[in-house]
């Protein structure tokens, strides 16, 4: 009998630190900025292509960049047709990004094929 207690508590406590695990989550103070996009009807896969990689070579060029997202998922309304995200250390490199040299190079590339874009920024 001792033994069955045993087992069946060493099984509630794995249990019951399993379900802890799983429900762990963070709430940094990184900020992330959300772009989607609709690109012109007339904009090539290679150049969709090129102002994406350039959000690439552009979050290296800018301090406190900390990570990039250009891979879509999902995107909606669909007439929409790329997201891309990056999250920035803190509001103040965010304010920078803005007139950035890199961030108006790739906006030479960016620009003349978006058709329109939608902008979220959010952070904790």
């Known amino acids: 009998m001792k033994r069955v207690i045993a087992i069946a508590t060493l099984l509630v406590a794995a ?15 990184s900020l992330l900025h959300i772009v989607t996009v609709q690109w012109r009807d007339e904009a090539t896969p290679e150049q969709r292509q090129a102002a994406l990689d350039g959000v690439r070579t552009m979050a290296g060029a800018i301090p406190g960049v900390k990570n990039i997202w250009l ?29 950035h040299p890199a961030h108006r190079e790739w906006e030479k590339i960016y620009l003349p094929i978006r058709q329109r874009s939608t902008t979220h920024d959010v952070t904790n």
Do not use: C, R
Request: proline share 5%; charged share 10%.
């Open 15 to 29: 249990f019951s630190a399993g379900m802890l695990a799983a429900n762990q989550f963070g709430t940094p103070n």
């Open 71 to 99: 891979k879509t998922v999902k995107v909606q309304p669909s007439t929409y047709h790329a997201v891309i995200v990056m999250e920035f250390a803190n509001q103040a490199a965010f304010d920078a990004y803005a007139d």
